[in-house]
Each structure stands twice: as structure tokens, then as C-alpha cells.
């Protein structure tokens, strides 16, 4: 294909290997539309010094005793409830980086918002309370900016419905970072691997068959554009899928040629439109809205190469509109051919 892949790869979003994810609670619910529209997450004890905290980087026995101490002093906690939280309070301050990723969940977890740490703390003077268990709190006075991303609804929350199991303010949410970076964007790569997120919009029963077929065009089509672009036949990919009516497949795998195909592929499923010659058995797309019209040449002639990719295609095409399948929330300008400077910049690891 003369479609120029790689340039393209190095356009998909490159995920830090040191970014780390947390869960941080929103008192019930009662402080989350605060922190949206002022782009911050808190945490409360407003009345500690902040020196007190700042001082336990190191996490020195003498000065998490001074910061117990205090904390002993002005609360009524006592104990493992007091380690608890200046484990949390050291986490917010010096353990959460720039660049982190942060979830927060309205009332009773309906819906979650996803966003990057944008600063270190910082402490404001903020008069205002809200009502939480019966008192009045006030907001939380030590803050990191944070820039939202997305807010995430309806079935999709199922996905991150495990993270309300921790009852603390700040938990770790490592485990969710795949499904997590899936709701950024539907690709991207992370340790080495892209990573693709495919919905499945159906609200109904879903068709066995019909996923199977949409199942079968996924390896199809990552294993002809492994072998398209010279990589050796293989079975480097994975599928996670949460499907009950609605929901996500998770694609993923090293090779990722193979892995942009299938995005190709059903990008095309769900935008372009074919007409078929009866004479050759040939066809060829119309440009459907947010396709760039570059790929459709090679990608039809790639399709044309063999018989058995336009069947093959035909089904998933077929399995897909039954499906209501989709990505998340696609960035076409990905599939562009030109890159511009500065971005990308992937490894340039062989057989990608």
C-alpha cells in the first residue's frame, strides 16, 4: 500500500510510562461539580499546616510524628484511622505527580470525569461550605489544577464501578489504566503496545453470531496487515470485551501496524460507503464524513488484492452496522499521512 502507516503511528497518542492513576472521592458527590468547574481536586484538613505535610517527602519517622501529633490534636482521630490518613495526605501532596491521571465520581458513582494533574499543590482561602452527612464542610483548601478530559455516563461507568470499593479519599488506580486511557481516546499506545477501544452501541441482546463475525474480522484483518507490511504470521493480540447490551471490546498488541489496521478497517465500516462493479467484482468507497480521502486508494486497493478481504470485509461491515459499532471518541487525524512536527515521536522498534 502506498498509505504511509508509520507516519501515521507516530501521530497516536504516546502514554508516559510513569504516569500513574488515582481515585479521589468527592464527599458523597457533594464537592464533584466544584471541582469540575474550577478545574481542581482536594483534599480536606484545611486546618493542618502545610509545612506539616511538606516535611514528610521523606517520610521520616520524627515528622510523621509531628504531623500525627497535630493531627491527634485538632481531630478525633486515633490510630490506624490517623495513619490512613497521613498516608493520604502525604500521597496528595508528594506521591501524585504532574501529569497523573485522576477519576472522580458524582453522587451514588452515576457518572465519572477522567483528567490530567496540572500542578503541584497549592492551598487557597476558600469561605465557602457544603452540606455533607448532615454538617456543613468546607471545600478543601489544598488543591492540584487538573485538566479535565471526560466525563463518562451511562454504561460505560460499569467499566470503573470497581474503584468505589476503596472507601478512602485518595486510592491507587493502576489496575484501571488501560480502561481508563481508553476513555482519552480510542488509541493509543502504552508500554509498547497500542491499544484500540471499540463500542458496541446495541442496546439489545447481542447476536452471537453477529459478534463472532465482528470477533473474526478483528484477527482477520490484524493478521492481513501484519503480513501486508512483512510482519510473520502471529497471534500477538488480545481482546478484553465487556459486553452485556452495550459496551467495549478492548483490543491490543504489540504489532502495531496490525492493531491500526483493524482501526482503518472500521473506521471504514462505519463511514464509508461502497459500490461494487459487477463486471471485476472490484469496489470502491465514497468518502464518508471524517474519513480523509488520502487512505481510501490504498486502502481499497489493499482490500481488492484478495477476494477474500472484500468478503471478509463485507461481513465485518455487516456485523458492525448490526453491532452499532464504533470507537469512543476518534481523533481522524490519525489516519492523515503528513505529520506535523514535534508530534508522535513513537519507538522505532522493528515490525512495528
Same mark, same amino acid.
Given at each position: 500500500m ?20 488515582w ?37 521520616? &519517622?520524627? &515528622? ?28 496528595f *501532596? ?16 452515576? *457518572?465519572?470525569?477522567?483528567?490530567v ?56 488506580? &493502576? ?16 508500554e ?12 439489545e ?22 503480513k ?11 481482546i ?13 498488541g ?29 469496489f470502491?468507497?465514497k468518502t ?5 480521502s ?6 481499497? &486497493? ?17 456485523s ?5 459499532l ?27
Open positions: 502506498e498509505f504511509d502507516i508509520e507516519k501515521s503511528i507516530e501521530k497516536v497518542r504516546v502514554v508516559d510510562e510513569n504516569r500513574r492513576y481515585f479521589i472521592r468527592t464527599y458523597g458527590g457533594a464537592t464533584y461539580t466544584d471541582f469540575i468547574e474550577h478545574n481542581y481536586v482536594g483534599i480536606g484538613f484545611n486546618d493542618v499546616p502545610q509545612k506539616y505535610i511538606e516535611n514528610c517527602k521523606g517520610r521520616n &519517622d520524627s &515528622d510523621i510524628k509531628n504531623l500525627r501529633e497535630y493531627i491527634e490534636s485538632k481531630y478525633s482521630y486515633r490510630n490506624g484511622t490517623t495513619s490512613k490518613w497521613i498516608n493520604q495526605l502525604i500521597d *501532596q508528594h506521591t501524585i505527580k504532574e501529569g497523573d491521571i485522576v477519576v472522580i465520581p458524582d453522587r451514588n458513582s452515576d *457518572q465519572f470525569t477522567v483528567g494533574v496540572e500542578s503541584d499543590v497549592y492551598v487557597v482561602e476558600d469561605n465557602r461550605a457544603f452540606l455533607h452527612n448532615k454538617n456543613y464542610e468546607p471545600y478543601p483548601e489544598k488543591r492540584r489544577k487538573i485538566k479535565w478530559q471526560r466525563n463518562i455516563i451511562g454504561s460505560d461507568t460499569r467499566e470503573l464501578k470497581g474503584l468505589t470499593n476503596s472507601r478512602q479519599a485518595i486510592s491507587r488506580a &493502576d489496575n484501571y489504566a488501560d480502561i481508563i486511557e481508553g476513555f482519552v481516546s480510542s488509541v493509543y499506545i502504552r509498547d503496545q497500542m491499544h484500540l477501544v471499540l463500542k458496541i452501541n446495541q442496546h441482546d447481542i447476536n452471537a453470531f453477529d459478534l463472532n463475525d465482528m470477533l473474526s474480522g478483528v484477527t482477520y484483518f490484524y493478521n492481513e496487515f501484519c501486508e507490511y512483512g510482519i510473520p504470521e502471529n497471534r500477538d493480540l488480545t478484553k470485551i465487556q459486553v452485556q447490551s452495550e459496551g467495549n471490546a478492548r483490543v491490543k504489540y504489532f502495531k501496524k496490525g492493531i491500526f489496521g483493524v482501526m482503518i478497517i472500521t473506521a471504514l465500516t462505519a463511514n464509508g460507503e461502497f459500490t461494487m462493479d459487477p463486471a471485476t467484482g472490484e470502491s468507497f464518508g464524513d471524517g474519513i480523509v488520502s487512505i481510501l486508494e490504498p486502502i481499497t &486497493d489493499f482490500l481488492n488484492a484478495k477476494q477474500e478481504r472484500t468478503i471478509k470485509f463485507i461481513e465485518y461491515q455487516k458492525s452496522k448490526n453491532l452499532e464504533n470507537s469512543l471518541n476518534t481523533n481522524n487525524n490519525v489516519l492523515d499521512n503528513t505529520t506535523e512536527e514535534g508530534e508522535g515521536k513513537n519507538a522505532n522498534d522493528e515490525g512495528n
